[in-house]
């Protein structure tokens, strides 16, 4: 769950939901008139030259604005190939960014936010004045929740949100006697959005029709705001932001988001006054954030929903559509559905495992078909960054104040020095890959205690050695799904990469392997290819419309 949150990069899977289209059709010369100056503000805004000045001596990758509007994910993988480990630029429909090798951003990942920013990067990137999509002073309140109360405790949460996934299948997915079609992208938000609310905002809203609007539309809202207000010049902004509807739908759900949360927040606030209250309260992000605010926030209804909608706008659609990535290649590699069902059959062997603490971490091989699904279908770009001083990397290339960085993902997930046979789906690659890891760390111990013995080495330095390689990444721990590496940056990178990755973790691994007990999944008749996925701007996701064919399982 890349986010705002923590200040990477904003959700890169966005979806557009029907329900937050206009809803009343323009028409006669009303609707030629809008027509009309909509091409028109395309025009300029394509024909526009760029005004920041090019002052990174860096060679310039060229193509045309629109297309990079349509085409991105192509564009970063040839321009990747043509550069590789070089300092380059691209002139893209937000403006010219440089683009950072995996080599280099080593040298970078650890500097410091007053010489390069994730903050103003995501501020800037997300048009934050006009669209709210900020916490502002709350940013580290919301990170430290999510790393403390959140990570650390998934496992209390799993039967919670296997409660709610079992009733979106009782209730919105079809009982599939016989092969049976359907869009499962649409599914897959409303999913997403029902198990993280039971987290977010407890049982007595996270089922109301009205909370999962709001909290699943407003991202896309946000979205589409962006997108129109980077048509108009940034000194153009302050009086064209009253064209664009969306910024007062954005508040507009806000001031819905606050009247549903209100009466919740009352009802915790009265009952904390109530003896033994810590013993039972509710165990949800709205209690955390209460428990966290000082006592001048607790009622601070504003502050509260708008940290809500954002942690909605963070996880659902880049969980939900990273799901649905999931699917789409099970569909495709169906040679993988029974090696994953049998996994998941030996660790949830019975229904108490549903809740035990190493139930998750145990579905090795689903965690590694997971990150290759990722790996082929994730982010265009990561490591968004602006820099605030002059930085001078190795290479010589000197990065002025002002420049703002991103990192080439489409290009690194298709290296062969990073991945072999990068363009095929490996389902078990990185499974592979952890059992290497651990047969080396092992033959590692082995000869090292050899060593020592011979040597008539201390005991004691022995255990520190031992202790020294699993601190240093036992286990393969660098292969899993929510790892993070100069390679590997679709969660971000350093002190920004996302807290939320965790939970995304566990919320798809428990959705992938109840579908998979439960159903066999295959493309519809005629159909070989897997569904492609819709490209615009900096943002791909997965088809909304495509069907995909589930037949329930008689051994289930």
Not at 247 to 260: C, H, N, V
Request: proline share 5%; glycine share 4%.
């Amino acid at each position: 769950m890349p986010s705002m949150v923590e200040d990477t990069l904003p959700p890169a899977n966005f979806t557009i939901e029907p329900d937050v289209l206009p809803n009343q059709v323009l028409a006669g010369s009303r609707l030629s008139y809008y027509i009309a100056i909509s091409a028109v503000l395309f025009c300029i805004w394509l024909l526009q030259p760029s005004k920041q000045k090019l002052r990174v001596s860096a060679p310039f990758y060229k193509a045309s604005r629109l297309k990079w509007m349509f085409n991105a994910d192509a564009l970063v993988k040839d321009s990747y190939s043509k550069f590789r480990d070089r300092v380059y630029q691209i002139k893209t429909t937000e403006g010219v960014r440089t683009i950072i090798p995996a080599s280099l951003v080593g040298q970078l990942k650890g500097l410091p936010e007053d010489t390069l920013s994730a903050r103003t990067a995501v501020r800037e990137a997300m048009l934050s004045e006009y669209t709210s999509l900020c916490a502002g002073a709350h940013t580290d309140t919301l990170s430290l929740l999510l790393k403390s109360k959140m990570t650390g405790q998934l496992a209390r949460m799993t039967p919670q949100l296997r409660e709610e996934l079992e009733h979106m299948l009782n209730t919105e997915f079809p009982e599939c006697e016989e092969w049976t079609p359907f869009k499962i992208q649409p599914f897959m938000i409303r999913t997403v959005a029902r198990l993280s609310g039971r987290v977010f905002v407890g049982p007595t809203l996270n089922r109301v029709e009205e909370w999962m609007d709001v909290s699943i539309n407003f991202a896309v809202t946000a979205f589409i705001a962006v997108i129109k207000l980077q048509f108009f010049p940034p000194w153009l902004r302050p009086v064209a932001q009253h064209l664009v509807s969306e910024l007062r739908t954005i508040r507009r759900d806000l001031a819905k988001a606050e009247a549903m949360l209100r009466p919740v927040i009352d009802e915790r606030l009265r009952d904390a006054e109530t003896p033994g209250y810590d013993q039972h309260k509710p165990d949800d992000y709205v209690q955390w954030l209460l428990d966290a605010l000082p006592a001048d926030q607790k009622t601070d209804y504003h502050i509260q929903s708008k940290i809500q909608l954002l942690l909605s706008a963070a996880s659902i659609h880049t969980t939900g559509n990273l799901t649905t990535d999931c699917i789409y290649d099970l569909a495709v590699h169906q040679d993988m559905q029974e090696i994953l069902r049998e996994e998941a059959r030996e660790v949830f062997c019975d229904d108490e495992a549903w809740s035990r603490k190493d139930s998750m971490a145990k579905l090795q091989k689903l965690d590694s078909f997971i990150k290759e699904s990722q790996r082929l279908s994730g982010n265009v770009t990561s490591f968004i960054r602006k820099v605030l001083k002059p930085i001078d990397l190795s290479d010589g290339t000197r990065l002025p104040a002002g420049t703002d960085l991103l990192a080439p993902m489409a290009g690194i997930a298709v290296d062969e020095r990073y991945y072999a046979d990068p363009s095929v789906f490996d389902g078990l690659r990185f499974y592979k890959l952890r059992q290497q890891q651990q047969q080396q760390q092992q033959q590692q111990k082995y000869a090292q205690q050899q060593q020592q013995q011979s040597s008539s080495s201390s005991s004691s330095l022995s255990s520190s050695s031992s202790s020294g390689d699993e601190a240093r990444g036992g286990s393969g721990q660098k292969h899993q799904f929510t790892s993070i590496g100069d390679a590997n940056m679709n969660f971000g990178l350093g002190k920004h990469a996302c807290p939320g990755r965790f939970f995304a973790g566990c919320e798809i691994k428990l959705v992938l392997a109840l579908l998979l007990l439960r159903y066999d999944v295959r493309l519809p008749d005629g159909v070989r290819d897997r569904p492609a996925p819709n490209m615009f701007m900096m943002t791909k996701s997965p088809s909304m419309t495509a069907d995909v064919m589930f037949r329930r399982r008689t051994d289930c």
